[in-house]
């Protein structure tokens, strides 16, 4: 059986689409793949300064995706900080990679060209920890999405200058990229992002979802008036949850006129309420139980860590520390 490895930032609420982009793949591919899912809270430390902002949203990224379907039995599930080997890993890396190199990262480029200043030396650094992460585990494949695709392209370069200078050591994984990952808007219609503020919670109180759906933004046409379906935001995002003829009842009703964006609004809570009702009902049981949650990324954090220090075992030994 192929192992695929993914981490996933604490940095919010879990939203519509981390779930179409990535949270559902990484749930699905545990049938067929043996998996292992960090929650990446060493990366979250580059903009999470807050201790009990950092814990809440490290505990609730673990409650959602055991809501959400995540099997424990299936999934070595574990906390990236919790490993020690992924820092000590990222170090002898680092003693590899030459910093031109990580001057051609997307996300170090973007920093820059947004005129940002003070950049830590740990988003810099961010592709040499990744690749920490990865290689430690010898994964066949790695899901992410399109604008990922350069940091794998970085972790197989990190691994083969490593295999080339020490001895074959670590295995050079494939980017798994799923085609046809839907983008989903956001309320304001731009890619839904926390950084934007125009997320749909998953996981909200009933009221704040409502509140969500109802802020989406549409154009200022009328009750009566004719809407165009094709354009409309609360379509696109009801398109993702809809079956045909769901989605094809809906258009008819924009393109006959007199069902206002209101009354779309209402659909696509419901929709959104009956897709998730059975994560929802899951997430609000199990998120009181601590030591459940917490004995399973302890649990996680040992079968993660005797994979892990194998292979740091095998690097230390090829670099002469052992």
Not at 65 to 84: E, H, I
Not at 136 to 159: N, T
Not at 179 to 202: C, F, H, L, R, W
């Amino acid at each position: 059986m192929k192992r695929i490895l993914s981490g996933v930032q604490p940095s919010g609420r879990p939203h519509l689409g981390n779930y179409l982009g990535a949270m559902r793949q990484h749930i699905e591919m545990q049938k067929d793949f043996e998996a292992f899912l960090f929650i990446a809270d060493l990366h979250a430390l580059t903009t999470v300064k807050d201790a009990e902002k950092m814990r809440a949203q490290t505990y609730d990224l673990a409650v959602s995706y055991l809501a959400l379907g995540l099997d424990p039995k299936k999934t070595v599930f574990f906390k990236q900080s919790d490993v020690s080997e992924h820092a000590e890993l990222c170090w002898i890396f680092d003693c590899l990679v030459k910093m031109p190199y990580l001057e051609r990262a997307h996300a170090w480029k973007d920093a820059v060209e947004k005129g940002k200043k003070e950049i830590s030396v740990g988003l810099f650094n961010y592709p040499v920890l990744q690749a920490a992460d990865i290689l430690l585990y010898q994964p066949d494949l790695v899901p992410v999405g399109q604008d990922q695709k350069q940091h794998i392209e970085m972790s197989r370069d990190i691994a083969q200058t490593f295999n080339n200078t020490f001895g074959e050591t670590f295995k050079v994984p494939e980017p798994f990229i799923k085609e046809n990952v839907a983008v989903v808007p956001g309320t304001d219609g731009q890619k839904m992002s926390k950084s934007y503020g125009n997320t749909i919670e998953i996981f909200a109180e009933e009221s704040v979802l409502k509140k969500q759906v109802m802020n989406i933004v549409t154009d200022s046409k009328g009750l009566e008036d004719k809407k165009d379906p094709d354009t409309c935001n609360v379509v696109k995002i009801y398109k993702l949850f809809a079956n045909k003829a769901e989605i094809k009842d809906l258009c008819d009703k924009y393109k006959k006129g007199g069902f206002g964006y209101g009354d779309s609004k209402k659909l696509l809570l419901a929709k959104i309420l009956e897709h998730f009702a059975e994560a929802r009902k899951k997430y609000q049981e199990i998120y009181p139980k601590k030591d459940y949650i917490y004995g399973i990324l302890e649990e996680g954090t040992k079968k993660a860590k005797n994979v892990a220090g194998k292979t740091l075992e095998e690097a230390k030994k090829r670099i002469g520390y052992l």
